[in-house]
């Protein structure tokens, strides 16, 4: 098993940055691909960011392209999201996600670990 633990959401203003962590346990290396994925309140829960155990592969949804940048810390067991130009529609809570299987970019990463999430709110 692995465990996941977010942190850093909080209230923010249009256009501010907020930098979320994730830090992970157990059995950490049966894990290939780490993540994180959103759900606003009356949607889904999709899927925002995506980093290869090595950190050489990195994956976005389109809508957060050049705004988040997703990178680990091996040593430290954690993952982070760097958020920048928050916009209102990046309202959602947070999901840090861990998966046993490589993704390289197509679909949707398969994720088998999930942590309680992060609420992040982005004020206009």
């Known amino acids: 098993q692995v465990q996941l633990v977010e942190s850093g959401g909080g209230l923010v203003q249009a256009g501010g940055s907020l930098r979320l962590s994730c830090a992970a346990s157990g059995r950490i290396l049966s894990t290939n691909t780490m993540g994180w994925f959103r759900q606003a309140p009356g949607k889904e829960r999709e899927f925002v960011a995506a980093?290869?155990?090595?950190?050489?592969?990195?994956y976005y949804v389109d809508s957060v392209k050049g705004r988040f940048t997703i990178s680990r810390d091996n040593a430290k067991n954690t993952v982070y999201l760097q958020m920048n130009s928050l916009r209102p529609e990046d309202t959602a809570v947070y999901y840090c996600?861990?998966?046993?299987?490589?993704?390289?970019?197509?679909?949707?990463?398969?994720?088998?670990?999930w942590g309680q999430g992060t609420q992040v709110t982005v004020s206009s």
């Open positions: 980093i290869s155990w090595s950190g050489g592969r990195t």
């Open positions: 996600a861990a998966g046993r299987r490589s993704y390289y970019g197509s679909g949707v990463p398969t994720m088998d670990f």
